[in-house]
């Protein structure tokens, strides 16, 4: 099987777990059995409206436990059907090794009726030995919403730059992380969000950001400064929601020693681009 083939077909098995994932919602009560699309314990950003509790940042398994619970009052209150899919815009689909980004519109519906719609990231981890869903082996590891919008208000467009502008943050945190400035480190996150982080053939592990910095602290304690040099990014931006694609290399005394890809994700709060969300995979070489 040639490489372009090969890519494709693990496009088409992210976008297939995303697009499960979405029609998953639309299925009878309770959703029990959700943890066949994503990494229960990882983390999901939704921007709430304010009755709703406003920005949201749960993890998956308690994800589905809220709106199963939202959705059996609302069913109680008369509600016959309530629907969920992808809509436009169309997917846009990044795979490299055992990470994946799907970039996607969705819509919502109650009775017939459209409600809300958004467009949201899901970056995905490839899992080793977890063949159900017809073979596919991709796990949604993170997702983040744009604002959600009633359907008489248009989606702005999707924005693919500049670049700079959107990734400025995520290059901050690298270079603290250089640096070891782990005081200078929170200001650039979102609060209460969290990264995904797969090394090698590990398992993915979930840390939320104060877990992540002591990790990262631990790690530059027991080995020489780390560097990731990144290269051949692409950034998406719609409204208050953006993402970086990010490869990088990994270099240490100078010298290249792994790589990986960093999908790293970004909330507009209050004027200022924050770090929603980091999920990332890298191996030695």
């Not at 083939?5 to 992210?14: F, M, R, S, Y």
């Not at 490299?96 to 809300?116: C, L, P």
Request: proline residues 7%; glycine residues 8%; charged residues 20%.
């Amino acid at each position: 099987m040639s490489d372009s083939v090969q890519a494709d077909g693990n496009k088409a098995l992210a976008q297939a777990i995303v697009n499960d994932f979405h029609e998953y919602f639309s299925s009878p009560l309770p959703l029990t059995k959700g943890s066949r699309y994503v990494l229960p314990h990882a983390l999901i950003t939704v921007p709430l409206p304010p009755a709703l509790g406003g920005l949201t940042i749960e993890t998956f398994a308690d994800m589905y436990e809220r709106v199963s619970q939202l959705l059996l009052r609302q069913y109680d209150s008369g509600v016959k059907s309530f629907t969920h899919r992808l809509a436009e815009p169309n997917a846009e689909v990044w795979v490299s090794g055992n990470i994946a980004a799907v970039f996607v519109g969705w819509s919502a519906s109650v009775d017939g009726r459209d409600i809300v719609h958004a467009v949201n990231l899901c970056s995905l981890h490839r899992i080793a030995n977890k063949n159900s869903n017809n073979g596919n082996p991709w796990r949604i590891s993170g997702l983040v919403d744009m604002m959600h919008l009633s359907p008489e208000i248009p989606l702005p467009p999707v924005e693919t730059g500049p670049v700079s502008e959107i990734i400025a943050p995520f290059e901050a945190l690298l270079a603290y992380i250089k640096a070891r400035d782990w005081k200078a480190i929170p200001p650039l996150l979102l609060p209460r969000g969290g990264a995904t982080i797969s090394q090698g053939s590990q398992a993915p592990a979930t840390f939320v950001w104060p877990a992540f910095i002591k990790q990262l602290q631990l790690e530059a304690e027991s080995g020489p400064v780390t560097e990731k040099k990144l290269f051949n990014c692409e950034a998406r931006r719609c409204s208050d929601l953006a993402f970086v694609w990010a490869p990088f290399m990994l270099i240490a005394d100078g010298r290249e020693y792994g790589q990986g890809v960093s999908v790293c994700s970004f909330r507009l709060e209050e004027g200022q681009w924050l770090i929603s969300g980091l999920q990332e995979t890298s191996f030695n070489k």
